[in-house]
């Protein structure tokens, strides 16, 4: 069983900055992809950011050169760096992972809030 834990949401006003984590239960190799989702009260989810296994990155048009996504592979753990935050990031914020192994699985951890406000 595959477990997904995040941390670092919190409350920051526009224009800040928070980190973050999301560490897995196995080495983030046994993953062909991870990435983070978000989802605002009334609205679908939607992909934030995603690193495959070989490092290439993405990002959603409206978070890109504001956020990044990077790993730390000794600590199985997946970072969303979010910079110059706005309200409209104001989410829940869920870490993804994809194995694709004959057929795809995913996993998904318990979520954290992020809420931007003044």
């Known amino acids: 069983q595959v477990v997904l834990v995040e941390s670092g949401g919190g409350l920051v006003q526009p224009g800040g900055s928070l980190r973050l984590s999301c560490a897995a239960s196995e080495s983030i190799f046994s993953f062909n992809r991870m990435g983070w989702y978000r989802q605002a009260p009334g609205k679908q989810r939607e992909l934030v950011a995603s690193i495959s296994r070989g490092g290439s990155t993405d990002y959603a048009d409206s978070v890109k050169g504001r956020f990044t996504i990077s790993r730390d592979n000794a600590k199985n753990t997946v970072y969303l760096q979010m910079n110059s935050l706005k309200p409209e990031d104001t989410a829940d914020y869920y870490c993804?992972?994809?194995?694709?192994?004959?057929?795809?699985?995913?996993?998904w951890g318990q979520g954290t809030q992020v809420t931007v406000s003044s």
């Open positions: 993804n992972a994809i194995i694709a192994l004959g057929s795809v699985i995913g996993y």
